[in-house]
């Protein structure tokens, strides 16, 4: 190799070292930080949150069936959304403590400490200023918005000072919000299933809380998962970080985005009610009831690809010393740095099934080459060989 191929290797091998630090690749979380405030605050929330559940679960002993299954299906259900996650974080990898701690924050601080006290301050003022009709019927959506929002948006403040080598970028903030989120509605469903189980005197516990389980599960992603992916995305590019530029207006906008989402869903009978009668206000609430979470996946899709660019755009330098030293195609680097249609493109390149499933299986190893070289900081060891091995040994492979 020539002294310019050296030098070029050593320069290509310093801006990828500067973008896996940048971008926060392969930084850890640590717990116990006895001298950040962040972390008192966090654990004094989130023990009174969860001390406030304790008292309320065993206040429902008695429908302890309903509660169990409860935790059982909606356990599921958060496995499932933790692996999704995982299948679609292709950049910097966020550490499961940081998911914990964010899901620990929205199930029991944000829930329990923050919004079911200020809900119900909230609710009590609009009744004394505008009566208790009004507050039964817009209270929900005049008091969630900003109780709950910004109870998990405390949570994002508090996660930036707890893990700044993490939370880098909105990307981090979209995550870790959904996180938040997803803690946030499995608790909430928990303690809906808790209440519904009485209401036949807790003779049928499980039937009388199927209909809560149904209507909790069908409008989970569509709700304060959400919500909190988007509004945590915005109050990251409201503050700005180290890598994250601050963006107020597109912040603030995002910001009232989710709340306006959010109030409507809660205020979806007050608004229906107060816009139709009849046969056309049951018709009405049907299509408001599935129409809502289709519009607010639709635009979640949006923020996330406006959130996750310049986590894309750190894979060019991450990837480009590889491209140098032969392990990769440019073909391949460019796939792995782009957007969805960059990859769809190089992965039905080529003639036939097996090319394309082929090219699949190249452009997954690229993404497992990334994250190892993003973990050890971009220098060589086992597991980095091992990655570069998998991406030459399935590009070699017959179609």
Known sequence: ?????????????????????????????????????????????????????????????YYAPAIGLALVVFAIYGAVFWWFTQHIDRYASHPALLRVMAFLWGGFAATFAIALPANDALLGIYAKLFGQPFAMDWGPALAAPFTEEWGKGVGIVLLVALAPGVMRTAYDGFVAGAFLGLGFQILEDVLYVSQSAPTQFGANQIEASLSTFAVRMASGIGSHI????????????????????????????????????????????AIVASLFSGTAAAVAQVV????????????????????????????????????????????????????????????????????????????????????????????????????????????????
Not at 10 to 20: G, H, K, P, T, Y
Not at 240 to 248: A, V
Request: some cysteine; aromatic content about 8%; charged content about 20%.
């Open 1 to 61: 190799m020539s002294t310019s191929s050296s030098v070029d290797l050593v320069a290509l091998d310093q801006e990828r070292s500067a973008a896996i630090a940048a971008y926060g690749w392969g930084a850890r979380v640590r717990f116990f930080q006895p001298r950040n405030l962040a972390f008192w605050v966090w654990g004094v929330f989130v023990v009174w949150g969860g001390w406030y559940n304790l008292q309320s679960t065993i206040a429902a002993r």
């Open 288 to 399: 408001l009831m599935a129409g809502l979470p289709l519009i607010g996946i639709a635009i979640v899709i949006q923020v996330f690809r406006l959130a996750v660019s310049g986590e894309r755009a750190s894979l060019h330098p991450i990837l480009t010393p590889e491209v140098a030293r032969g392990v990769l195609t440019q073909a391949e680097a460019d796939a792995a740095a782009g957007d969805g249609k960059a990859r769809r493109r190089y992965r039905t390149s080529g003639h036939g099934l097996g090319r394309r499933r082929r090219n699949g299986q190249v452009l997954e190893a690229v993404f497992d080459l990334a994250h190892e070289l993003g973990r050890s900081g971009g220098d060589s060891d086992d597991r980095v060989e091992f990655a570069r091995a998998e991406v030459l040994r399935l590009r070699s492979r017959e179609s």
């Open 226 to 269: 959400l919500f909190s992916a988007i509004f945590c995305t915005g109050l990251i590019y409201a503050l700005g970080l180290p890598e994250q530029p601050r963006r107020l207006g597109r912040g603030i906008g995002l910001i009232l985005l989710a709340m306006v989402l959010h109030g409507t869903w809660d205020g979806q009978a």
